[in-house]
């Protein structure tokens, strides 16, 4: 068993850039153990990235049968990243947790504002700058706060299988304001959060996808010791949208991981989340 393994990958179902089985065919080429599939799972308003509803159906038939056709070559799994979206939108909800899925993703790319409103956060960090300024009035602590309030929700709520990038918004609130990530306030909030996961016996993903081009995981790799004193679950995932980045940056996270005490990363194994050693 290697750690050779990625389950937060896009195709052209969402807005991953090529079709899922040129992932699969990388993945083998490349020894991967196994794969999945995790496009993002269609939400009730226009989005250049999520699938839209109607393909849900095809997707499913597709990677059943790309999980068919390559059954000697690796084990494929098929997943969905699930947005959630507030209490009547979520990983939890009924339309996907009878959707047939192998495992499921819960994450926070839209905070919801008023009643009505969805914010992206997960934007430009010029986007992100108009967006602090005019729905926050400059507040960008208000902001952060309202993500992990929303994460929070996400994992009261649960139907996922492990946390996506459980920290994403720290990527444009340090383009925001430089160092903000070790604000006093910011490791007060980070603690609670780390220790409510841990109590909640949620696994994390330590998302690799930024880590080539700006030197970033998602939890922030400053956190990873939060991470190994509660005991919390990881499994290491590229969230990658190219075929060519399904391994990018996982063996730093290992090796991070590795210093931090860990000795285990999770990875499915025969459809079941197993604790695997890690031996790099
Ligand atoms: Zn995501
Ligand atoms: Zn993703």
């Not at 899922?20 to 153990?33: L, N, P, Q, T, Y």
Request: charged letters at 25%; hydrophobic letters at 40%; glycine letters at 6%.
């Amino acid at each position: 068993m290697n750690n050779l393994t990625n389950y937060h990958s896009h195709c052209l179902y969402c807005d991953g850039v090529a079709p899922a089985e040129d992932f699969v065919k990388e993945a083998i080429a490349m020894g991967f153990s196994s794969y999945g599939i995790s496009s993002h799972a269609p939400i009730p308003f226009e989005s250049c990235w999520n699938m839209k509803q109607e393909k849900l159906t095809d997707y499913i038939v597709e990677i059943n049968s790309l999980k068919e056709k390559y059954k000697n070559d690796i084990e494929l799994y098929i997943g969905l990243e699930i947005d959630y979206l507030d209490k009547t939108y979520n990983p939890a909800s009924s339309i996907f947790q009878t959707t047939p899925l192998d495992y499921r993703i819960g994450s926070v790319h839209f905070l919801k504002i008023g009643d009505e409103q969805f914010i992206d956060i997960d934007t430009s960090p010029e986007q992100f700058k108009i967006t602090v300024e005019t729905i926050f009035n400059g507040d960008i602590i208000k902001l952060v706060r309202h993500y992990f309030d929303t994460m929070v929700q996400m994992i009261e709520t649960g139907g996922f299988d492990f946390i996506g990038h459980a920290d994403k918004i720290s990527m444009n609130a340090l383009s925001y304001r430089q160092g903000i990530t070790s604000e006093k306030w910011y490791n007060e909030l980070i603690q609670d959060y780390f220790h409510f996961i841990a109590e909640k016996g949620c696994m994390v993903e330590i998302n690799t996808k930024a880590w080539k081009k700006k030197r970033l995981f998602f939890p922030n790799r400053q956190h990873f010791s939060l991470l190994r004193k509660f005991n919390i679950p990881v499994v290491v995932n590229a969230d990658t949208h190219h075929p060519s980045r399904i391994n990018d940056g996982r063996i730093d996270a290992l090796h991070a991981l590795l210093s931090e005490g860990f000795t285990h990363v999770r990875q499915l194994v025969k459809g079941e989340w197993k604790d695997v050693i890690i031996s790099i």
